[in-house]
């Protein structure tokens, strides 16, 4: 009998969740990452994972789990799919328990949960502040067993850069190169699994990690896989501004009395502590009295974008605002919040109980992503599957907190045994496809490569990424105006044309990181286009995608998925219905009980 | 207005792991919290020295950027530690890196730590679990044992304990106080301790627990703070017993 | 490596045995020598009578060979191969463990060194019949003299961080405050030991007997 091969690419949760499910089924399974798995983004998850465990007795269920899941995103997600994760949610949570995650204990030995934002229970499982880091090991060690037993083979530090697939529109395999010997090959497989997580750098800076580009998508994408709800972003309020990460300031900080400002002229250089007060501009407490300091994170975010873009008001004309807690008294800030107040003294040097810290929103999850069907996260080319962030599922218009780790581990789930099943039903393998086309496409690569190399440009790949940064962040992220977005667009264009002139100053051929980054940068731009294109299209608010010319929600005209394609070596948008058989769409609204 | 300050950097390179070491200077624009990595990005987008010769940007591992992942641990002014958390303003200038001394060097500041994972394999560091299909709730665990665990499961496998520890170098193949530390922390799991004592045993095979001398300098270069030496001397305690009564009992 | 077995391998057991010989016997032989030799600061006379005793222990070359060279031997040979399997590093990482990791080495050698002189001096010369004479009139000689303060200050502080080394390793002392006692035990034996070797030393040199007042009034 034919034995069948799995490729997963992407070593994060859902990857590695997939990589199990695959190994489990006896099937071999290869895994490439960029990076060693084990310090795969989902490390960087920190607040929890939900379930509705019902552990605290306050009548918790996977109904309200469902419900709460797509309220929070604002009725844009396929209902069916999501009551799967919310059922499945649970035993994922004993899963990893029995994985030996460890999680936070009742003093009976049980799990302990806590309460998050968008809920009114306590349904968040959590292994201190470092959730995703001890989920992600726990996968990570089970995936290191099946490899000891010789059941997955690990291609970490090789990056995809194309599926492989026949005349027939079926995938066959994949091409990857090796990011130490440049190389570039072809691998087979009867069935591919993505799961490469979110595309937080086509921003710029993100809370997202180095390797988060979206790469891998926009090089699917551009092989004829659709990308469903590109424009759906999640933008975090409070971030520590770096140039080189924007850095999570949990909402805690706000919710024990920290307050925002600005100094009220954009002149003014003074340090902030001898600003008198009347000169400070605490414009969330003037702007939304009711709620203050504390609104929720949309509006807070959107505020502080409106300050600094349209106001011009940010601290010293950069992108950034005061998140002040230095008039509470210090042992309250260290008995509260010195963890998060220690993040920020490392990372910045000063000390935040001294200084008011500098924050400012920042791009933090992708809810939208490679289009999946609604049973087993097939996308539209036959063996190719995709799970976690990369995918648009579960999450809608606005991801709930503590959803994104079950979404992943649900999702990989779902695909190993999809992809296993595929493989196991194909006629024809992979091993039955001509060497002609897995030749084909490594020769493909392998000439972006010559000629990227060769070429003798003048445009910097860094300085070109910087600049698709700042134009995705001020247009693409939280307040977005047609007029801004089409001149987005038309700058991505230009950066697309300039980057054909890109010199990489290293024509090395072992390691050679700036050629990676340049045939990622590649990629950026077409799904940066694919954001502000569907952003431009979708003349509502809705979730996370806000527009002040169109503030409502439009169920009538827009409650639906954006799916774009690629057709013509161009981006087209098409539009399919949401699935909103088990839950009636009512308004969202923050300030009233759903 | 006041005058640009500068950074001063000076970077070892190696084209790879066979071809010479030369050490390249940088001048860059200084910026508030300013960290190594965003030095690093500064010469990648400008790869001139500093005196004016044109070189390639260097390669480095990174990718978290918030020490949790364990990507860019390399040598800074002669300490192992990692990029993302080291700040300019705080180090000595001309700020000298270098990459890690005790794994194989891949290009400039990028090593191979593939010796940590495989030593992570040869003392089974997970729990034996019999499937990922629904089989209930995990085994309760107090919460005095998540305390001691969960420091231990911060791990991020960086090497600079490795780096640091007399012990490890090319005459032996030490494991290290990161892989000892996880044999602790699978050991003191209701399920992982069934596999105890084949972790043990793998600890007292060659390059195992033995080879620690105590200098105790992996404890002080753990970023996460975790308590090695204290695991060293659990572990210690717990190998020996397992020799003696193997020995004695069979 | 099968994955079943649950027994140490060569190395460890060596390892162990190195660690445990430089307490027990070692250690433990240090000490009775210095008690022994303590009898100095008495008198001459009952220096004399404790040598006269411990040369006409019963089986004495069974005990002097199997319990006191060959582990010496043992624990300062292997030692030695430690150190050269080591790579100190104390330059780049100057903390305190990390100093007395590099000073173990050197102190161990030292101790080493001058314990095999001592023996040769000491044992073999006189053929195990030293006598407070023979050696009061050694330590006239000024290198003597050094080399006596020298081997007797590098053993004790050998031995004290050897002690706070047993115990962190065998796992004794396992939590940071309980190895801090370990050490600060280890610190307290390094240190008396010092100051009664340097008394017994001195006792020799000066002809020196701070503790006769202890004998009965001779007539």
Known sequence: MRQPKIIVVGGGLAGLMTTIRVAEAGIPVDLF????????????????????????????????????????????????????????APGIIDLLDRMGVMFNRTPEGLLDYRRFGGTLY???????????????????????????????????????????????????GICAMDLRSMEVK????????????????????????????????????????????????????????????????????????????????????????????AQRFYFLEEWYPKYGNLVPRDIATRAIHRIVYQEKLGIDGQPAVYLDVTHIPRETLDRKLEGILEIYEKFCGVDPRVEPMKVFPAMHYTMGGIWVNAEDQATNVPGIYAAG????????????????????????????????????????????????????????????????????GSENPITLWRELGDVMTEHVTVTRINKNLEMADAKIRVLQERSKKINLSDRAKWSNQTLNFARELENMMVLARVITLGALARNESRGAHYKPDFPERDDANWLKTTRAKWVNNDIQLTYEPVDISLIKPRPRRYDAAK | MAETKQVIVSVKRQAGPKEGARWEEFSLRWRPSMNVIICLRDIAENPVTRGGQKTTPISYDSNCLEEICGSCAMLINGRARMACSALVDQLEQPIRIAPMSKFPLVRDLAVDRQFMFESLKRVKAWIPIDGTYNLGEGPRVSPEIQEKGYPLSNCISCGNCLEVCPQVNEHNQFVGAAIISQVRLFNMHP???????????????????????NAQNCVHACPKGIPLTESIAEVNRDAWKQALLGWLAG | MSSTTTQPDTSYLLRKLHSFTGLLPVGAFLAEHFWSNSSALVSRAKYDATSQELQTIPFRLIVEWGGIFLPMLFH???????????????????????????????????????????????????????????????????????????????????????????????????TVRAQQAAGQFGALVGVAFSVVGILIILSFRFDWHPFSAYLPPTK
């Open chain 1, 33 to 88: 990452s960029i990076v060693p798995v084990k310090r795969s983004h989902s490390v960087c998850a920190q607040g929890g994972i939900n379930a509705a465990k019902n552990q605290k007795g306050e009548g918790d269920t996977v109904d309200k789990h469902f419900d709460d899941t797509i309220y929070g995103g604002d009725f844009l997600a396929n209902q069916p799919l999501v009551k799967r994760m919310c059922e499945a």
């Open chain 1, 122 to 172: 306590h349904r968040t499982a959590f292994a201190g502040a470092t959730t995703g880091q001890q989920l992600l090991y726990a996968l990570d060690e089970q995936v290191r067993r099946h490899e000891s037993e010789g059941k997955v083979k690990k291609f970490e530090g090789a990056t995809f850069l194309s599926a492989v697939i026949d005349k027939g529109g079926v995938c066959r």
């Open chain 1, 186 to 277: 072809t691998y087979a497989a009867d069935a591919l699994v993505f799961a490469t997580g979110g595309n937080g750098a086509i921003f710029g800076r993100s809370t997202n990690s180095v390797v988060c580009t979206g790469s891998s998508q926009a090089a699917l994408f551009q092989q004829g896989v659709d990308y469903a709800n590109g424009e759906f972003i999640q933008v975090h309020p409070t971030a520590i501004p770096g140039e080189d990460k924007l850095r999570l300031m949990s909402e805690s900080a706000r919710g024990e009395g920290g307050r925002v400002w600005v100094p009220r002229s954009p002149a003014d250089k003074r340090a902030p502590r001898s600003i008198p007060e």
């Open chain 1, 389 to 456: 962030e990369c995918e648009y599922q579960y999450h809608g218009a606005n991801r709930l907190g503590a959803n994104s780790l079950v979404s992943c581990i649900f999702g990989g789930g779902i695909a190993g045994p999809a992809a296993v099943k595929y493989a196991k039903n194909l006629e024809k393998g992979a091993e039955s496809t001509p060497s002609a086309v897995f030749d084909a496409e490594r020769k493909r690569q392998e000439e972006k490569n010559q000629k990227l190399i060769s070429q003798d």
């Open chain 2, 191 to 213: 399920t992982g301790a069934m596999n105890k004592s084949e972790r043990l045993a793998a600890l007292m095979g060659p390059g195992g627990i033995q080879e620690c001398a």
């Open chain 3, 76 to 174: 300062g040979g292997y030692g030695i191969y430690i150190w050269l399997r080591g790579k100190s590093n104390v330059s780049a990482y100057p903390w305190v463990g990390n100093w007395l990791y590099v000073t173990q080495r050197y102190t161990g050698l030292i101790a080493f060194a001058y314990i095999g002189w001592h023996l040769y001096t000491e044992r073999w010369l006189t053929h195990g019949t030293s006598t407070y004479e023979s050696v009061a009139m050694d330590m006239q000689n000024p290198w003597y003299l050094t080399f006596f303060v020298v081997g007797v200050l590098a053993s004790s502080f050998h031995l004290g961080v050897g002690i706070w080394n047993f115990l962190c390793k065998w796992g004794l002392a396992a």
